[in-house]
């Protein structure tokens, strides 16, 4: 079963300048991005110098930070953070297979009907969402990217959640 995360909101700090980055001012729902250039257009004897044009991340860039420190397994720290999914993930007898980004895509095992059903009981009820949220917007993905909010959509797909519900099913009556 895949799990998708998107961006719903992500909006910067008020003195973001981060280096190499794409200038973005806020973005909402639907991935739109606004560019902010920053600059200055006074041309008068009098007007303030140019500022330095601000620059964020963009959502492929934040969603790539999120997967990489999910993923990092080197010190045990790192894995405190996400403690809240993963204990979810163990508590309901789901293990978690593969991460990859577009969106963040993380896909799921489900042994077993009942598993399924609790994920997708949990996904309606927007519990899963609140599970992820709380586990991957960290303090320090916000400050890595200089981010004051990062709201983040959570998306199973009813089609696949039907044709895995099937299929455990299937396995249920041949066994």
């Known amino acids: 079963m895949k799990l998708k995360i998107d961006v719903e909101v992500m909006k910067p700090t008020e003195h973001s300048t981060l280096q190499d980055k794409t200038p973005v001012s806020t973005v909402e729902s639907g991935g739109s991005q ?52 993963l204990t979810y993930l163990e508590r309901i007898r789901a293990t978690l297979t593969s991460v990859s980004t577009g969106s963040l895509l993380i896909t799921v095992k489900c042994d077993s009907l009942q598993i399924l059903e609790r994920l997708w009981e949990d996904y309606l009820s927007g519990h899963l969402g609140e599970v992820i949220q709380r586990s991957f917007v960290t303090e320090e993905i916000l400050t890595e990217f200089s981010l004051a909010e990062l709201k983040l959509k959570t998306t199973i797909s009813e089609e696949e959640y039907k044709a895995c519900k099937a299929k455990l099913e299937k396995e249920l009556s041949e066994g």
């Open 34 to 85: 606004n560019v902010s250039s920053g600059q200055n257009q006074s041309s008068g004897v009098n007007a303030e110098a140019p500022q330095a044009p601000m620059y964020f991340p963009t959502i492929e860039q934040v969603l790539c930070g999120i997967a990489a420190n999910v993923m990092k397994t080197t010190a045990p720290k790192n894995w405190d953070e996400h403690d809240h999914f």
